[in-house]
């Protein structure tokens, strides 16, 4: 057995988000050796969405040890701690500036970590724009067959190298099976999303026919199931809370609001409710009764369209009238449900695929983005000029966090100019907005 697959493993996980944050920590366990004794550090990328302590704790993924970097910070621990893995959880954007820093950094070195990188749920948008963002890594996870598949076709389509699409699932899938057994009322969740819909119209709809829901069913128990609350930002921006929407709603007694970890959710979950959320894969895999709304139409905007052929389609009038959908047994194995077992194996290549750059003769190459200067020399700069790097990866002059932590005045100044964006977001943008359509 190769020593890689036996010794303790150091990864790094570095991520911009709540969601992200949960999918990098699981993924860095899922990919590890069985057995392996795994020493998990944890960086938040400095930004917009960097999540709360109380968002952090309700992720329920444990490292042992977290800190808030610049991207600068971030590099600087990379050029000088030794891992063994690298998961990079950040948006496309923030995945192709770190891969040109590291690069920068790592420069010369053959033993550096393998970089792994992927996305965090449903891929229905942004397909070509967010891949390349992050082609350069080692391992592209796919989270499933027909994501393996749209990877390699565009990384192929544009004469890019695409051996590091690797087929994995979502690591957060898990959980006991539906038995509709759980001694207590029929329980109807619906998995609210930030920023799907976005409409005050749509989002409103949707509150008034769930309570409607509750109202015609009072046997049940009928809960918005909450990603974020009110001034939390997670990976979408929420600009009209549910909680806010709520306020002017007269909801009957069997009508809650939730928070939680969503797989504590599922376990007393009788029918899921969406329009698109990653959730509904979740649930499918526990073989909860799934409905993915229709009743605003079946849209790319809405991200819905990603569950055409799934026999998930419905609408509330027939949520209403006792419908509940059957899923499609292809469609699922295509999507990496593995609702009929599988999922025990689906990451197993990719732990294959470590092991074996980590025992690679001579170590690892260097990391080659098919972006460069040359292959795009009009969108490469301004992405990592965002994270304060010059086209060649290094710091630019000035850059955040020159090797020491911010003093007590800064970080005042800090969450105070967080709050004032996220007020922006939330309070003054739609009225500005509001005010231009009249």
């Known amino acids: 057995?190769?020593?890689?697959?036996?010794?303790?493993?150091?990864?790094?996980?570095?991520?911009?988000?709540?969601?992200?944050?949960?999918?990098?920590?699981?993924?860095?366990?899922?990919?590890?050796?069985?057995?392996?004794?795994?020493?998990?550090?944890?960086?938040?990328?400095?930004?917009?969405?960097?999540?709360?302590?109380?968002?952090?704790?309700?992720?329920?993924?444990?490292?042992d040890s977290l800190r808030e970097v610049t991207a600068a910070e971030f590099l600087r621990a990379m050029a000088e701690e030794p891992y063994d893995v690298l998961v990079l959880a950040l948006v496309g954007g923030g995945v192709q500036a770190m891969l040109h820093g590291l690069a920068h950094v790592w420069e010369g070195r053959t033993d550096r970590p393998v970089v792994v990188t992927g996305y965090v749920g449903v891929v229905y948008e942004k397909l070509t724009d967010g891949l390349l963002l992050r082609h350069g890594a080692d391992l592209v996870l796919a989270n499933s067959r027909q994501d393996a598949e749209r990877f390699r076709a565009v990384y192929e389509g544009v004469g890019a190298d695409a051996s590091a699409v690797t087929e994995v699932a979502l690591p957060f899938l898990g959980g006991a099976a539906h038995t509709g057994d759980h001694g207590?009322?029929?329980?109807?969740?619906?998995?609210?999303?930030?920023?799907?819909?976005?409409?005050?119209?749509?989002?409103t709809?949707?509150?008034?026919?769930?309570?409607?829901?509750?109202?015609?069913?009072?046997?049940?128990?009928?809960?918005?199931?909450?990603?974020?609350?009110?001034?939390?930002?997670?990976?979408?921006?929420?600009?009209?809370?549910?909680?806010?929407?709520?306020?002017?709603?007269?909801?009957?007694?069997?009508?809650?609001?939730?928070?939680?970890?969503?797989?504590e959710v599922l376990d007393r979950t009788d029918l899921l409710v969406t329009v698109s959320s990653t959730a509904a894969l979740e649930s499918l895999h526990r073989r909860i009764p799934t409905a993915v709304l229709t009743d605003l139409g079946v849209r790319e905007a809405l991200g819905n369209h990603?569950?055409?052929?799934?026999?998930?389609?419905?609408?509330?009038?027939?949520?209403?009238?006792?419908?509940?959908?059957?899923?499609?047994?292809?469609?699922?194995?295509?999507?990496?449900?593995?609702?009929?077992?599988?999922?025990?194996?689906?990451?197993?290549?990719?732990?294959?695929?470590?092991?074996?750059?980590?025992?690679?003769?001579g170590g690892l190459p260097p990391l080659t983005p098919y972006y460069t200067?040359?292959?795009?020399?009009?969108?490469?700069?301004?992405?990592?000029?965002?994270?304060?790097?010059a086209?060649?990866?290094?710091?630019?002059?000035?850059?955040?966090?020159?090797?020491?932590?911010?003093?007590?005045?800064?970080?005042?100044?800090?969450?105070?100019?967080?709050?004032?964006?996220?007020?922006?977001?939330?309070?003054?943008?739609?009225?500005i907005r509001r005010m231009g359509e009249l």
Request: aromatic share 6%; proline share 10%.
């Open 205 to 263: 709809y949707l509150l008034d026919r769930l309570i409607r829901h509750a109202r015609r069913h009072p046997d049940r128990d009928v809960l918005l199931k909450l990603r974020s609350k009110p001034g939390e930002h997670t990976t979408h921006i929420e600009e009209l809370p549910y909680q806010k929407l709520v306020q002017k709603a007269d909801p009957p007694p069997n009508f809650r609001l939730v928070y939680g970890h969503m797989g």
């Open 391 to 431: 086209p060649d990866g290094s710091p630019l002059p000035g850059a955040p966090a020159a090797g020491r932590e911010p003093g007590p005045v800064r970080q005042i100044v800090r969450r105070a100019a967080r709050g004032a964006y996220r007020h922006g977001v939330q309070r003054v943008a739609p009225v």
């Open 306 to 361: 990603h569950f055409v052929g799934s026999g998930c389609l419905a609408s509330w009038d027939q949520l209403d009238d006792g419908h509940r959908p059957v899923p499609d047994p292809d469609w699922l194995a295509r999507q990496g449900v593995a609702a009929d077992g599988g999922y025990g194996t689906a990451f197993d290549t990719a732990r294959a695929r470590i092991t074996a750059l980590l025992d690679r003769p």
């Open 184 to 203: 207590h009322p029929h329980t109807v969740v619906f998995a609210a999303q930030p920023s799907v819909p976005d409409s005050r119209a749509d989002r």
């Open 1 to 63: 057995m190769p020593a890689s697959a036996t010794k303790a493993r150091r990864v790094a996980v570095l991520a911009d988000s709540d969601t992200r944050w949960k999918w990098g920590a699981l993924t860095a366990a899922r990919v590890s050796p069985h057995g392996a004794d795994l020493h998990l550090d944890g960086y938040l990328l400095r930004g917009r969405a960097t999540p709360t302590a109380r968002q952090l704790a309700e992720v329920g993924a444990v490292a």
């Open 373 to 389: 200067p040359v292959t795009a020399p009009g969108y490469l700069p301004g992405i990592l000029a965002r994270h304060h790097l």
